[in-house]
């Protein structure tokens, strides 16, 4: 778990990470170097859950590097399936991770909702439905280890 203290937000208990894969984990279907690590550092500490539509047929592969089973997404609607997503596992509970159209959904209704500008760019709906804009995906992980730059961003 991560817990962080938000004057006039208040207090988050984040117990999921919730992460796109496409645009965000990975880039033309190639996991970006270095995340395996990074995921599995993570998961003494938050349990790690991934969501994909495998637009280029390569998860199986990335699962197999992470040792994780991505939920796969059906063709239509993504945004409303991962926003869905977030909802039934407690929303007040998840950390969001996403670059693309299609995560704006989830990042607006976690707690935490972070974009990661990539190599495919960032959307601006979700630029817009998050709580914070990143270079890039290390980046979003260096912030869930040193969880008080978190707080120094978001304070008010």
Do not use: W, Y
């Amino acid at each position: 778990m991560i817990e962080l203290s938000l004057p006039k937000r208040g207090d988050l208990h984040l117990q999921h990470l919730v992460m796109d894969v496409n645009g965000t984990l990975a880039v033309d279907g190639i996991l970006i170097d270095g995340l395996a690590k990074r995921i599995a550092a993570m998961r003494d500490r938050l349990t790690v859950h991934l969501l994909t539509a495998d637009t280029h047929g390569k998860q199986a592969v990335i699962d197999q590097q992470l040792n994780l089973t991505a939920t796969r997404l059906s063709g239509g609607n993504e945004q409303e399936q991962k926003r869905q997503f977030v909802e039934n596992l407690g929303a007040e509970s998840v950390v969001a991770i996403g670059q693309g159209a299609n995560d704006a959904g989830m990042l607006k209704a976690a707690a935490l909702g972070i974009c990661v500008m990539s190599a495919e760019g960032a959307a601006t709906e979700t630029l817009l439905a998050s709580d914070l804009v990143v270079p890039n995906i290390m980046t979003a992980f260096d912030l869930l280890d040193k969880p008080l730059r978190i707080v120094a961003s978001l304070r008010k």
